[in-house]
């Protein structure tokens, strides 16, 4: 309606007229007096559902469409018929009265949507009680969307999604001390202390584990609900066998929490991680499992909170997806069979089952109920609760296996099978190696953002709190279990199935002792140096941060480990798991991994005739910097443990055969090695045949004649007789020389050999280089890059670092470029150890071009 300068127009979104002046450009609520004194215009009401909320009538009229108001559509999951307004953008059950009558309003579009309110009074009087509507507060009644829950099956593409505003304030636990401290961001400021906007007018009421959800398709997803009171990590830490609650243990006090985001140098933590979980190390001293996860997922909460991880909006959203709704479980064979009577609800589906399940819980596993199946059973036999031939490692070998090569629906299955043989398992022991099982799990992979298992795993403690003293292990692997979910969300899965002593290991809640070798003074073998205790989530990096500190090295970055047996060895990649390189030596082909194509069986057999046992783990150089020469490095030179580690593996490579030294330069090493060994020449002691029972300490292998072959005994005998004779010769001239003088001349001669401190690679060509076989050996050594035959060691080529023009890696292949300016020559070589290569090349040109500063310098 329109009377001179007032236009009279419908607010859609809270269903009122306001009043429009078209020379003032203003609006208001109340009606002009212009207005009144006009004669009234029958106007339509404004629309009403018929079950929501009433709204005061008003007195003008608007003009409507022919498209009708209400919308009827057709629940196919429910059967039902609901019906949509398009107005107010609601959904009923309940058919309007004015279904068939009422009609879409006209609208203007030269008049302003939203009026200017002016009166803040008037905007308080009223509540918001659905999406797009606002009523008074003395006429609320139930909205379409309060009656239309989802558990009544709306389609939710039907319904629009509501969207999420980001809050202010956001809740964080302190995984230390168990508290709930607030941090706002807009301040970027903390505090221990509740904020008021969080506060509730009513006490949150329970809420059941699990509850039903619905994605974007309005199918069902499990969501795991947390418990109305979380329990308290400060109390239950106390519990957990030898791990302090004081929040001063980790060097933190607790008003540091209390500061903003400017006082990051005021936590004594250094951005390294590497180093500073070395650090704890050294300070905390961990010697259960439990005290090194809480070490380790301390760092990762104090690194996130550097990081500024807590500005990320919470992953609510994330939980669900296609797939992700229990599927419908009935008691009974012929209610299965016929698909009649009342499912079974989410709460049923995660309590403890004393018989196997007939199905997936995961209506996204149905394709693969066969595997869920017999994932359950294995969970069953792990447990007790199922009588089985295997023992505990031989169930959880089957679980991991199949669960790393399985899609994330199959894994969050396992967590989901978990979760419900640990609720209400009427025998104590057998939930304790439910909740082992568990922890196995979370050393291994992690659970998707589809399924909350840190809700069930707080909801376990908070039910046990009243039984701390019940002395059944289950509260503490509980803790250790929600320490884990973010250790391995933090770390990623593993890449190989645990050894049976791991899984004694976590069983016990026992670190894992692993032996560390080192080259012995013979040169010919390896030595026990000592055995370090490591977690689950060791790295060979941070192994290779204990040893050196251990050996009291100072020239740290030339030392790494290996994996290594009596003839062969192989650098570790840093980032490696140390449990996945162990586990990787017992690894064999199980039953039902047994390939019956013919180019398969072919393929393995290959990499079975190329495949390398290796036993242990050895701590050597890895860079065999020059101790001579015009690049010598200093800094070697001034440790001595490093030096003396450098001398050992020098010593070993040569008695080993690796080096090839010519004839001439075999005696003077044998006389240096023996001036180390027993210093200086005595006439009484060291005669003709001193040497020829321990020949193989002071001459290659390669060089000594075989003394199984009888054929040529005497020919042997006199090589032997020899060798003796020249080098106690040599060996007598050396008198004067200290142990570190002979070391040092050892190590000049040796230095110079072609192939002196190579680490060599298998590779496979792509036939570039049609001359040399398929199958190569790289070696890069402090000369440069050779290319070996792998079957005679034979040197077939060799590029000096001056001649490499660049090089690069993927994780299937290493990329060589060599030649000069004019031509180059781009070599590409399929490996797994690239990076490895990349690493090593990098760090002995960066060692060359130190030198030459420094003799700039200099």
Not at 26 to 40: A, H, N, R, V
Not at 350 to 361: D, G, N
Not at 365 to 383: E, L, Y
Not at 728 to 756: C, D, I, P, T
Request: net charge positive; with cysteine.
């Amino acid at each position: 309606m329109m009377s001179g300068v007032w236009k009279e127009v419908l607010d859609k979104k809270r269903n009122k007229y306001y009043y429009y002046n078209t020379n003032t450009k203003k609006t208001q609520w109340e009606k002009p007096d212009e207005l009144s004194s006009s004669p009234e215009v029958s106007k339509p009401k404004p629309k009403v559902l018929s079950n929501a909320v009433k709204l005061p009538a008003a007195s003008t009229q608007k003009k409507e469409t022919g498209k009708p108001l209400w919308k009827s559509a057709f629940d196919q999951r429910t059967g039902r018929t609901y019906y949509y307004n398009r107005v107010t953008k609601k959904t009923q059950w309940k058919k309007p009265d004015d279904f068939e009558t009422a009609k879409v309003p006209t609208k203007d579009a030269s008049l302003p949507l939203n009026p200017t309110i002016g009166s803040v009074a008037a905007s308080s009087a009223s509540i918001v009680t659905s999406q797009n509507m606002i009523a008074p507060r003395d006429s609320i009644a139930e909205s379409p969307r309060s009656s239309l829950t989802y558990d009544k099956g709306v389609p939710a593409a039907v319904v629009p999604k509501k969207k999420k505003e980001k809050k202010i304030w956001r809740e964080v636990v302190d995984k230390k001390s168990g508290r709930t401290y607030y941090y706002n961001r807009k301040t970027k400021k903390t505090q221990w202390q509740k904020p008021d906007e969080l506060k509730p007018d009513d006490p949150t009421p329970d809420v059941p584990i699990v509850t039903r959800g619905h994605t974007a398709s309005g199918s069902e997803i499990p969501i795991l609900r947390p418990p109305s009171e979380p329990p308290s990590l400060r109390t239950s830490l106390v519990q957990m066998g030898g791990m302090r609650s004081s929040t001063s243990d980790m060097k933190i006090p607790d008003k540091k929490y209390e500061s903003t985001r400017d006082e990051k140098k005021t936590l004594d933590f250094d951005a390294n991680i590497l180093e500073s979980f070395d650090k704890g190390l050294q300070q905390q001293q961990p010697k259960t499992l439990i005290q090194m996860i809480h070490l380790r997922h301390f760092l990762i909460f104090k690194r996130r909170r550097l990081e500024n991880d807590l500005d990320s909006d919470d992953d609510d959203d994330l939980v669900g997806g296609r797939g992700y709704e229990f599927t419908k479980h009935r008691h009974g064979f012929i209610n299965r069979i016929l698909r009649r009577g009342t499912p079974h609800d989410a709460e049923q589906l995660l309590t403890y089952k004393k018989s196997l399940i007939k199905k997936s819980l995961l209506k996204a596993n149905r394709p693969r109920d066969k595997q869920a199946i017999q994932m359950f059973k294995n969970i069953m036999s792990f447990m007790g609760d199922r009588e089985s031939s295997k023992d505990h490692w031989g169930h959880a070998k089957k679980i991991i296996k199949n669960a790393l090569k399985a899609p994330m629906g199959m894994r969050d299955e396992i967590f989901l099978q978990l979760c419900k043989q640990t609720n209400g398992n009427p025998n104590a022991q057998h939930c304790k190696e439910g909740w082992n099982l568990m922890l196995i799990c979370l050393c291994a992979f992690p659970p998707s953002k589809n399924i909350r298992i840190r809700d069930y795993i707080q909801k376990t403690l908070t039910m046990s709190k009243k039984n701390l003293d019940r002395g059944d292990g289950i509260i503490e692997r509980a803790e250790l279990a929600l320490m884990l979910l973010d250790v391995i969300d933090d770390f990623g899965e593993r890449m190989e199935v645990p050894t049976e002593l791991e899984v004694h290991s976590i069983r016990q809640m026992k670190l894992i002792q692993v032996p560390i070798m080192t080259p012995d003074k013979t040169g010919k073998n390896h030595k026990l140096a000592f055995s370090v205790n490591i977690g689950p989530f060791f790295t060979v990096s941070e192994l290779e941060a204990v040893v050196i500190r251990k050996f009291g090295i100072k020239f740290m970055k030339a030392f790494g480990l290996f994996e290594a047996n009596e003839n062969e060895e192989c650098l570790l990649l840093g980032s490696r798991r140390v449990l996945d390189v162990i586990s990787s030596w017992t690894q064999h082909i199980d039953d039902d991994d047994q390939v019956t194509d013919i180019k398969q069986i072919k393929k393995q057999q290959e990499l079975d005739e190329r495949h390398v046992e290796y036993k242990y783990l050895l701590f050597q150089p890895k860079l065999m910097v020059n101790t001579a020469g015009p690049e010598k490095n200093l800094h070697l030179l001034k440790d001595p443990v490093a030096f003396e580690l450098v001398y050992n593996r020098a010593k070993r490579d040569y008695l080993m055969g690796y080096l090839s030294p010519p004839d001439k330069d075999v005696l003077k090493l044998g006389a240096f090695k023996l001036q180390i060994d027993e210093g200086d020449y005595n006439q009484t002691i060291h005669r003709h045949g001193f040497l020829v029972n321990i020949i193989d300490r002071y001459v290659p292998q390669n060089l000594i004649p075989d003394p199984n072959n009888h054929h040529h005994k005497k020919h042997d005998e006199a090589v032997l007789k020899s060798f003796d004779q020249r080098i106690l010769r040599k060996f007598e001239k050396l008198r004067g020389f200290s142990a570190l003088e002979a070391k040092r001349n050892f190590l000049e001669y040796v230095e110079k050999y072609q192939s002196y401190g190579s680490q060599f690679f298998e590779v496979q060509q792509r036939r570039q280089l049609r001359s040399y076989p398929e199958h190569l050996n790289i070696g890069i050594c402090p000369h440069g890059v050779l290319l070996q035959d792998p079957k005679d060691k034979e040197i077939l080529d060799q590029y000096t670092y001056k001649e490499i023009v660049t090089w690069g890696h993927s994780e299937t292949k290493f990329i060589l470029v060599v030649g000069d300016v004019v031509q180059q020559k781009r070599l590409v070589f399929n490996t797994s150890k690239g990076q490895i290569m990349n690493d090593l090349i990098h760090a002995y040109i960066h060692f060359k071009v130190e030198v030459r500063k420094n003799k700039g310098a200099a």
